[in-house]
């Protein structure tokens, strides 16, 4: 299974971005994704997931309301829209599928996710 993200860029204070993650294999309509980001120094954090059907949201307190998590199995992709970005918005994003297809308590934590893209970098300047 490999995913491949996308979508990175260097936006201003209160932008938008679109990130794309690309799974390669049929096994993403059975999963879960989840998309975490990593600032330099700092642990890497949850920011969303969505459930294998896309009828089940959940994100991290500090995107509510700003980012959107979508998904389209027919095109084995997974979306983060992010809108009105903040400085602190700044890390490397990064695409996961989770070992389950259901949105859990678990589902924030990295250990419950079995495969990774890359990384996507993103910037925001103020």
């Known amino acids: 299974v490999q995913l491949q993200a996308s979508g990175g860029g260097s936006v201003q204070a209160g932008g938008s971005l679109r990130l794309s993650c690309a799974v390669s294999?049929?096994?993403?309509?059975?999963?879960?994704m989840g998309w975490f980001r990593q600032a330099p120094g700092k642990e890497r954090e949850f920011v969303a997931a969505i459930n294998w059907n896309g009828g089940i949201t959940s994100y991290a307190d500090s995107v509510k309301g700003r980012f959107t998590i979508s998904r389209d199995n027919a095109r084995n992709t997974v979306y983060l829209q992010m809108n009105s970005l903040k400085p602190e918005d700044s890390a490397v994003y990064y695409c996961a599928r989770s070992r389950s297809s259901m949105i859990r308590e678990g589902t924030v934590a990295p250990r419950n996710y079995d495969y990774w893209g890359q990384g996507t970098l993103v910037t925001v300047s103020s």
């Open positions: 294999k049929r096994t993403f309509s059975n999963a879960a």
